[in-house]
């Protein structure tokens, strides 16, 4: 009898963005455009963040990170309290869905050199992923499958005495 061949993805399979998400269990935090860049940084600084999301009447119209800050504004000697977000915020956001499993959003992540990534559900913000969010649920994802595997292992050498 052929044993049939099983795939990781079928013995575990990858979480989404929606399942990391809602395991962070974190709200958004954003800005408004017409924000000052001192502002943005406080809230980030108060949220323990470096990346927010630019809301403009809930609708997202950008995002903003502490490397913005400095390259923009800092390397530029411009003041962080006479700059408006809108002038050096990210208005071509890559965004994913809750659906999207993780192999993908680190595929969109390495290819467009982003380190953030806006989750969207109908239109609204619901989170964001970064690459360390990323980087642990691929952690999690490969020690529960290596004990899933140890313990397939253990019953295919020690087998059920009572199965024969």
Do not use: W
């Amino acid at each position: 009898m052929e044993v049939p061949l099983i795939s990781m993805e079928q013995l575990l399979p990858f979480a989404t963005a929606g399942e990391i998400i809602a395991k962070k269990n974190q709200s958004v935090v954003s800005v408004a455009p017409g924000a000052t860049v001192l502002a943005a940084m406080q809230s980030m600084e108060q949220a323990h963040i470096g990346f927010l999301v630019v809301l403009d009447d809930d609708k997202l119209a950008g995002v903003l990170s502490e490397r913005d800050c400095a390259r923009k504004v800092v390397l530029g000697q411009r003041s962080a309290q006479d700059v408006a977000v809108r002038e050096i915020m990210t208005a071509q956001v890559v965004t994913v869905t809750p659906e999207q499993k993780i192999p993908v959003c680190i595929t969109l992540m390495h290819e467009k050199g982003i380190r953030h990534l806006p989750v969207m559900r109908g239109g609204r913000v619901v989170g964001v992923l970064s690459v360390r969010d990323l980087m642990a649920a691929l952690i999690e994802r490969h020690e529960r499958l290596l004990r899933r595997l140890g313990e397939e292992r253990l019953t295919l050498m020690y087998p059920d005495p009572s199965s024969y």
